[in-house]
């Protein structure tokens, strides 16, 4: 009952930037409210885990992997349903499939996003 869509994906060379965006929609948020939910955004290299990368709680504090910490900024627009990661000072090692979802992984993943870090 909710469907998520990535986007802003795209090929970065090393130390560029990026901003994911993350549409969520469905009855879920229909019956509750998006701002009800904490949010996080997920990452899957080939050959690796899906791994939580960032969470933001539905008061908006957010919490980060050490790999990704005061780089990545995770930030919430209730009022459209998105969440966004704001990816600066990339690296070759940040190159993946990006996916939000609930940090308990509630629901179905979208298609995610692919972002390449590279010269």
């Known amino acids: 009952q909710v469907q998520l869509v990535e986007s802003g994906g795209g090929l970065v060379q090393p130390g560029g930037s990026l901003r994911l965006s993350c549409a969520a929609s469905g009855r879920t948020f229909s019956l509750s409210g998006f701002s009800s939910y904490n949010m996080g955004w997920y990452r899957q290299a080939p050959g690796n885990q899906r791994q939580l990368v960032a969470t933001i709680t539905f008061g908006g504090s957010p919490t980060y992997v050490d790999s990704v910490k005061g780089r990545f900024t995770i930030s919430r627009d209730n009022a459209k349903n998105t969440v966004y990661l704001q990816m600066n000072s990339l690296k070759p090692e940040d190159t993946a499939v990006y996916y939000c979802?609930?940090?308990?992984?509630?629901?179905?993943w979208g298609q995610g996003t692919q972002v390449t870090v590279s010269s």
């Open positions: 979802n609930h940090p308990r992984e509630l629901w179905d």
